[in-house]
């Protein structure tokens, strides 16, 4: 599966509304930030110092197994939230910050007077 392109240069939902294949893209992501474990791995990840985690990082603040984890971090690399660098024999993550700011993007509506 290749990484979300979501609706670059795309007006918030108040201006104009979202194309079927937009709609199904973005719905891919919130759908992974739906998840409870997969918000906590993003927030992990972003507020981790240097807005990297170590795989190792992540797995320790979770009472689940290392397969199911690993699971969560493929499904927020899928949809582009998250990527990953290996090194040596860990692996670590960094959140997209263009994904998230296309989501805050479509979100963000005007304040009405």
């Given amino acids: 599966m290749e990484p979300l392109e979501l609706l670059e240069c795309s007006p918030p939902l108040a201006r104009e509304p979202l194309t079927a294949e937009q709609a199904a893209g973005v719905a891919r992501v919130f759908k992974a930030l739906g998840d409870p474990v997969r918000l906590r791995i993003v927030s992990i990840v972003a507020s981790h110092a240097g807005g990297e985690a170590c795989v190792c990082d992540i797995t ?20 582009g939230v998250l990527t990953s660098e290996r090194r040596a024999s860990w692996v670590y993550y960094r959140v997209v910050p263009e994904t998230l700011q296309e989501l805050s993007a479509l979100l963000n509506t005007p304040a009405t007077v």
């Fill in 60 to 79: 320790d603040a979770f009472d689940v197994s290392q397969p199911t984890i690993s699971h969560h971090l493929k499904v927020l690399k899928d949809v």
